[in-house]
């Protein structure tokens, strides 16, 4: 490579590598304007024969702080996980190893930054909602798809939301991708005015991260090139 290339790439790779999942954002709005830029870049991620399976509300203001208050009363209601369902399994039905070791391990790293303790399920309930304020961030959004679309499409949108956050993080920005969303895809729908043939895929904060909360110095560990790659020759 060229030192051009060499400046792109470290450039590339430090929005990969510094993007995270932030859970406590600043106020500082966020312009219309670059929100549609990076929703511009995310939209050349590739997809099967360019079909393009995204969908995207994106909430500021009183939009979004009125979707907040609709899916925080759905959670905090006692009759919860029989009045509302998840629309798709994100998560294995049956957790095995390594899987439950990661899940375990990323949960109880971020309550003890938070000094919740696993008897304190009070605390735990209320940290989990801040799921449904976006964690404070100025912009939220809401991912839908095509009921129609297989698989091959949800492969193609993972690319997609991955191209959001990494064009995010190029603009100084941070997000938080969110599936806590997907049990509460009725309350959503009526909110949104969605059609019947969308799903929502998933809930993403977009904002400045606060650098002063705690639970914003988590560093989640990943596996070395050795334990998941095999190179053939």
Known sequence: MDSQQRRDAAAVDQAIITRRSVRAFLDTPVPREMV????AVASRAPSGTNVQPWRVYVLTGEAKLKLSADVLAAYDDPQRDSKYREEYPYYPREWVKPYIDRRRKVGWDLYSLLEISREDKARMHAQHSRNFTFFDAPVGMIFTIDRILEQGS?????MFLQSIMVAARARGLDTCPQAAFTQFHAV???HLRLTGDEMVVCGMALGYAD????????STEREPVSEFARFLS
Request: no cysteine; net charge negative.
């Open 211 to 218: 650098p002063a909360a705690i639970e914003n110095t988590l």
């Open 154 to 158: 949800w492969l193609d949108y993972g």
């Open 36 to 39: 549609s830029e990076i929703l």
């Open 188 to 190: 959503i729908s009526s």
